[in-house]
Nanobody, 128 residues
Framework: QVQLVESGGGLVQAGGSLRLSCAAS????????MGWFRQAPGKEREFVAT????????YQADSVKGRFAISGENAKDTVFLQMNSLKPEDTAVYTC?????????????????????WGQGTQVTVSS
């Protein structure tokens, strides 16, 4: 069984920064893409950022573009989310996901259906 474990969440003031990490463990597999999603109370889960190692493509949602950056280590099935200039509206549970299914070169995977494995999530709270 593959497990994704997130870390790095917490409480931060508006304008501050946090760095989330997500690592895969358990049965060995090679993720072809990994992503971050978030869900605020009373709202649907939304896409945040993704990285596709077939082509080295990264993509962020418009709401976080210029503030958040995704990176990772393909060989270790690890992904990071650097979050700067945080706003209260960024408050949510952040969850990482991994895709094992074949990936098209440089494709952007921004839908929950694109991913095969999910972590439990880590809380990020931004105070005003």
């Amino acid at each position: 069984q593959v497990q994704l474990v997130e870390s790095g969440g917490g409480l931060v003031q508006a304008g501050g920064s946090l760095r989330l990490s997500c690592a895969a463990s358990g049965r060995t597999f090679s993720a072809v893409a990994m992503g971050w999603f978030r869900q605020a109370p009373g709202k649907e889960r939304e896409f945040v950022a993704t990285i596709n190692w077939r082509g080295g493509v990264t993509y962020q949602a418009d709401s976080v573009k210029g503030r958040f950056a995704i990176s990772g280590e393909n060989a270790k099935d690890t992904v990071f989310l650097q979050m700067n200039s945080l706003k209260p509206e960024d408050t949510a549970v952040y969850t990482c996901a991994a895709r094992r299914s074949p990936a098209a070169h440089s494709a952007i995977y921004s839908n929950t259906r694109d991913y095969d494995y999910w972590g439990q999530g880590t809380q990020v709270t931004v105070s005003s």
